[in-house]
């Protein structure tokens, strides 16, 4: 079986370096992981199963070349591939990369190939190139039409109008899988590692026309760690508030909201990703929390701030918007208000621009005093809101003033003794029906109203 499958990078949802440590089969890994694409990767040593080329999955190096530069097609989220050079020892600022068999750079055929000669040879070969605006991977089967030296790889890769492109590992180790082609080229031995590739299904699920958001209120119900040290303020009922809050705000404005922990219950941290990734072309993801410093006492440290996986693009933007309104709220910030911290979970894994907003420290007194209170939850909610609001470019919708109730106020205490002094026939009322209640009270008026309340208690 030879198969070439050419996938526009921007379909690409997400990109994952899948590290198969239970030596699972293709098959295995595409059930458990329901990837659209699934290819073989670096080169391994069966005996320590270790790859023997470089490979950084998810942040973590899984191997690095002591000696040698290794060209590798890396990348932090999946759309923006790209090949980089991995120095000796490894370190590169992108969360992935796959280094192989360099077969096409800038367009040419690399004149040398390097590879052992254990890999040598007309045999089963997988390759993943780049054009600049396609991510390509090739498989072909151990004694197909598609099997073919190194050197022949390189210049098919190379006609394919490959800018970059390198060659994974092969023969009995050859594992592609496309779903929508229908190909599953399950190798005699499993890879040690794996490119996972899920795509964006647009025309499966056509995108809404309003803008999406989604708000996840931090932590689960029950959780009794992230507290004020006087167990006054607990984190996860603050963060659902706020949620509320500002989603109230946000539907006003033609937003669509969904909640990754819509009730008091409790949701994993991969689970809130996997809700904010299963919107197609969500256009913003903020995390609420309060923040903590210091032991299990109170401390100095306060002030709202917000956090962002890296730098720039989309969600910097986002969060500038947020603060610029929380600012003009007259909320407290920290002096360095944006933070930028690649370990947060639901920063990591989320494909939308995310955020993470800390509002305060529940190990501050003031702080504390603020997040407990619902004047300023409101208003800091709502600022939050004309942020997000602002970033998306729509325009604020003013709350509807306060109305006028529809159900007629209770009755007053006068009026229900008006009634009463009637009914009980202790003052009737004048012939013309009224009790004309700010005439003066006579002094006979007063003793027959005193008469007969005494008659009504049985003392007459
Ligand atoms: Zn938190």
């Not at 950084?56 to 790209?82: C, H, M, Q, R, S």
């Amino acid at each position: 079986m030879v198969h070439i499958e050419r996938t526009p990078l921007s379909a690409i949802r997400r990109a994952a370096v899948y590290v198969n440590s239970g030596k699972k089969s293709l098959s295995e890994i595409v059930a458990e992981q329901q990837p659209d694409i699934a290819m073989t990767a670096a080169f391994y040593d069966p005996g320590r199963w270790k790859p023997v080329c470089p490979v950084k999955a998810d942040g973590k190096v899984l191997f690095a070349d002591p000696e040698y530069n290794y060209w590798a097609i890396a990348w932090d989220t999946g759309p923006d591939a790209a090949e980089v050079l991995v120095p000796p020892g490894g370190s590169c600022a992108r969360t992935n990369y796959v280094a192989n068999c360099l077969l096409v750079r800038e367009g040419k055929p690399q004149p040398k190939l390097y590879y052992g000669a254990d890999v040598s040879g007309r045999r089963g070969r997988v390759a993943v190139g780049l054009t600049d605006t396609e991510w390509i991977t090739y498989g072909a089967t151990d004694g197909s039409s598609g099997a073919c030296t190194p050197e022949e790889l390189r210049d098919y890769m190379a006609r394919q109008g490959c800018r970059f492109a390198v060659m994974m590992d092969g023969g009995g180790k050859v594992n592609v899988y496309v779903k929508a082609a229908g190909v599953m080229m399950e190798g005699r031995d499993p890879s040690n590692t794996l490119i996972l590739l899920w795509l964006n299904h647009e025309e499966e699920k056509p995108v809404s026309e309003k803008k999406t958001v989604v708000l996840d209120a931090g932590h689960d119900a029950g959780n009794l760690a992230n507290k004020s040290p006087d167990g006054t303020y607990y984190e996860h009922e603050f963060a659902l508030d706020m949620a509320k809050r500002i989603r109230a705000h946000l539907e006003r404005c033609g937003v669509a909201v969904t909640e990754t922990r819509p009730d008091g219950g409790a949701v994993s941290l991969a689970q809130r990703c996997a809700i904010a990734n299963g919107i197609p072309g969500l256009d913003l993801f903020v995390s609420l929390h309060s923040n903590a410093a210091g032991g299990s006492g109170w401390s100095s440290a306060k002030g709202w701030s917000c956090y962002l996986y890296g730098s720039g693009g989309e969600r910097e933007k986002a969060a500038n918007a947020i603060l610029a309104e929380v600012r003009a709220a007259g909320v407290t910030v920290r002096s360095a208000p944006i933070v930028y911290d690649p370990a947060l979970y639901v920063l990591k894994h989320t494909t939308a621009p995310a955020v993470l907003i800390e509002h305060g420290f529940h190990t501050n007194q003031e702080d504390v005093a603020n997040l407990k209170d619902g004047a300023w939850r409101a208003a800091v909610a709502a600022a939050e809101a004309r942020g997000i609001v602002a970033y998306l470019g729509l325009a604020w919708v003013p709350e509807e003033p306060q109305k006028a109730p529809a159900e007629p106020a209770e009755p007053t205490e006068a009026e229900l003794a008006e009634a009463w002094v009637q009914s009980a026939g202790v003052m009737a009322g004048y012939d013309d029906g009224e009790m004309h209640l700010d005439d003066p009270v006579t002094r006979r008026q007063l003793m027959l109203v005193a008469y007969r309340l005494a008659k009504l208690a049985g003392l007459v």
